[in-house]
Nanobody, 117 residues
């Protein structure tokens, strides 16, 4: 069983930056692909970025060029560096782990990011 805990959210002005962290209680090294999702108020949860177990990254169009996903397997932590934030980035951000060789998945409880002046 792995627990995921997000941190680093809060209120930031447009154009500002935040770095979200997702700390896993167990090992997430080669066994899991890691994802960040977000859910804006009144909208469905949507994928933001993914980093595979071998370090390959991918981003959805709204965040390309502004967000960077990374992982530190030694610390069992995944990060989401968010730059040039826009009001439309306001959402609850969730960390998600999906087993590479299994169907095991885990969700974090989410962290709120508000982009507002």
């Amino acid at each position: 069983q792995v627990q995921l805990v997000e941190s680093g959210g809060g209120l930031v002005q447009p154009g500002g930056s935040l770095r979200l962290s997702c700390a896993a209680s167990g090992s997430i090294d080669s066994g899991y692909n890691m994802y960040w999702y977000r859910q804006a108020p009144g909208k469905e949860r949507k994928l933001v970025a993914v980093i595979t177990n071998d370090g390959t990254t991918n981003y959805t169009d709204p965040v390309k060029g502004r967000f960077t996903i990374s992982r530190d397997n030694a610390k069992n932590t995944v990060y989401l560096q968010m730059n040039n934030l826009k009001p439309e980035d306001t959402a609850v951000y969730y960390c998600y782990a999906a087993g590479v060789a299994s169907v095991i998945t885990y969700w974090g409880k989410g962290i709120l990011v508000i982009v507002s002046s």
